[in-house]
RNA sequence: GGCGCAUUCGUCUAGGGGUUAGGACGCCGGCCUCUCACGCCGGUAACAGGGGUUCGAAUCCCCUAUGCGCUACCA
């Protein structure tokens, strides 16, 4: 039997990086057992219904870089994909539930059964529906169910025990004592959950369940359909959650969760699924950066961790780091463009001297500004680098020099050495002075770019040319 | 409350009867150096607690604690 697992996510508007992280898990797993990849949305709920969900998702999945080979735009044999446009197969197999009495009919009210619980929660005893249909005579059932709404349960068996092997968790087990009759058909007709997904799964020949820990306690419904319809179920694994920092499901209110923010934010791609795959999986190795084809090669549902992950942004942005210096100088400089939101002419210089600088693309910008901002602006260090004691003095200096230089009437260095030119001036004039390091570099930088950090000063000077480095010294001398 | 799952440095993790408990992020120090970075070198820091089993337990077993998840006509 072939490999064939599937990511299922509700259409809410974004994917979620634990969506992801569970997406990725399926896919990788698909990819190196030669199997498929299958997408399927759950849209059971129609109170929750997001225009433009589907194409979000989509294009996230795309970004990452996870390919479909079955689902609502990539097609497939064993569709529809969308659970909506399957209610017909559902109302069937219910019925059939029904027929051989593992389902009934439930008349009780949405009112009856939060009174319900409200005195269970008040007895300090467990909330579960009472059975209060589930002996009705079938016939009886049905014709009332002809003019009043009802809904269907699964009758979970009175007592027993289910055990049952999780790829991850190895042997897990319940007693049914403690199960409830869960809902499986819902008064719109719609199906939950429970009822979806087991049909899904079976008739899209799914080997392999891959997906969050909170679905665990949903396991003994699920095996009981499967027992239920006299079908085999698939193996399971069920992953452990991503955290926020205080140990609780990893939520919007605590973080970035969409993936679609992390693109914006400037990570890439890679360096996400990098990071994501590592939260909660990891190989005998001590590699930390991994490309997709050597996770592929090295992912194992066995190896995948027990407990739960806090999400770290500060080792993504390393992680993030890593691939940025990876990329070659072209990709780099690709990679950047949409960070841009003017039309600067970024060169390849410009790239090459920022390369290794940034943890984050959209940093870029920040760094490059100068070379497009005229007249230039001053941050609070470079004011402070400016007003300095020796600054005025390095300024009038090199001033000096570059109007020698630059005098036509004299012998001045070729603009391709203009950096190297001014790189040995300045460490002369530092001599003159005692002084290096930050203490001879930052006035210099600050008149120059208005920062005292930056590219280096071979590229500034070289983009710029010294005239302008000149009106740039003397404004700044000016200013002071 | 009930049920389930989990627990190695702050974080992600390797290891799994005898190890100086390894790596990475972060942090701290140093080197390199035109700034900032990068890179390199070094340092800080962990087996939740208690009982067993054993010559020996972080590792196997039991209990406790703590955390998290689920407990909907949500997924």
Known sequence: MSTRVRFAPSPTGFLHVGGLRTALYNWLFARQQGGSFILRIEDTDQSRRKEGALENLLEALEWAGLDVDEGPQAGGKLGPYVQSERLEIYHRHVQQLLDDGHAYRCFCTPERLEQLRDRQRKMGVASRYDRHCRNLPPGDAEARAADETSIIRLAVPESGRIVFEDIVRRKVAFDLETVDDQVLLKGDGFPTYHLANVVDDHLMQVSHVIRGEEWLPSMPKHLLLYQAFGWEPPRFAHLPLLLNKDRSKLSKRQGTVAVEEYRTQGILPGALINFIALMGWHDQSDQDIFGVEE???????????????????????????????????????????????????????????????????????????????????????????????????????????????????????????SGEWFMSTVKAIGEDFGLKGRELWHPIRAAIAGRVVGPDMITIVETFGLEKCRERIRAALAAA
């Open 295 to 417: 996770l592929v090669q090295a992912f194992s549902l066995e190896r995948v961790q027990k407990s739960g992950a806090i999400f770290d942004t500060e080792k993504l942005h390393w992680i993030n780091g890593q691939h940025i210096r990876r990329l070659s100088l072209p990709e780099f400089r690709e990679a950047i463009q949409p960070y841009f939101d003017t039309q600067w002419d970024v060169t390849e210089a410009m790239a090459a001297a920022v390369h290794t600088k940034v943890s984050l693309l959209s940093d870029v910008p920040d760094l490059l500004a100068f070379f497009f901002e005229d007249p230039v602006v001053y941050d609070d260090d470079a004011r402070e680098a400016l007003t300095g004691a020796e600054a005025a003095g390095i300024l009038s200096m090199l001033l000096a020099k570059l109007d020698e230089s630059t005098d036509p009437s004299r012998a001045g260095p070729s603009t391709d050495l």
